[in-house]
């Protein structure tokens, strides 16, 4: 009689991630390639952190993503960090080795630079609002990328003094600047208009951009994608501008965390027509 291969374990850790498209994304991945594996949600509360980590080997648990809001809490959990990972200062992907050791990874910003990179936007000069989690790796990917110049805005100022400072003392390619009021952005002097904050999520949040700051040569990508077409998105679409959403950058750091979970190529049309479907869902 054949031994039975164990089934493998990975998810995504977090709170609350209930109506994540994650475990759609990668099970449909891990069905097509045939891997004796399940992602599932590990939905933890900070209280419970701690045994979570404890537990991984007893669950059969060989890799996970992390998202809100342990990207950067988890860290002192880990072994060793990527140098992504360790330049960005968050992790949203963990690899189990065999003999239990916990490595972190980033793969927002490869998820972020392999979306513009399908979209073909070739960024110069960025404004970005939002300096929390997911601007870090977005700064990181357009720093990589060596745009000219990158403006943040948050309305907690430490917060985008500390990604200025992280950033402009790693890269010297690109001019970073900070912005204390949303205007001086100079959003009409940029060519590409990231937002990297939850506003646009709920129906009653505003559009944090004037109208009159719009402009041709702009490109208008917001990280959110539930809803597909924020307040923000939709006056970029009013004044014909080019714009996205966050699904791809939710589809490509979920291509590449496949491939460190898994070793193999990842099934790209199979994961992005599940992620597809499960947004049309929500
Ligand atoms: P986060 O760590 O909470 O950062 C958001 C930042 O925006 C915070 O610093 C927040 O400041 C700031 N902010 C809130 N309201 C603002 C306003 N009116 N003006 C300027 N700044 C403001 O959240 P995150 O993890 O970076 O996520 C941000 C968004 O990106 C979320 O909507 C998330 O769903 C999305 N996201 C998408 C992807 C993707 O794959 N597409 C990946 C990651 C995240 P305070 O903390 O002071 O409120």
Redesign the pocket.
Known sequence: MKPQVKSLTFGLLGYPIKHSLSPSMHNAGLRSLKIKARYKLFEVNFEKLAEFFLNIKKKNIRAFNV??PY?EKVIPYLNSLSVGAQEIGAVNTVVVSRNGKLKGFNT?YL?FAGHLKELKVKPYRVAI???????KAVCFALAKMKVLELCI????KF?SLSLFKRLSSNFAHTRFDVATR?EDLKIGQKDLLIN??????HSGDPC?INESWLHKGLFVYD???DPAETKLISLARKYGLNCSN??G??LY?GVFAFKYFTGKKPPVKIMQEALIKGAQKI
């Not at 805005?153 to 907690?156: A, F, L, S």
């Not at 990297?196 to 999520?201: E, F, H, I, Q, R």
Request: aromatic letters at 6%; zero cysteines.
């Open positions: 998202t809100i990207k927002d998820g609002i939002g300096a929390g989690g997911a601007a805005y948050d309305i907690d917060k949303i990297a904050t939850p506003v646009g999520m944090l990280l959110i994608y966050g699904l950058m939710l750091q």
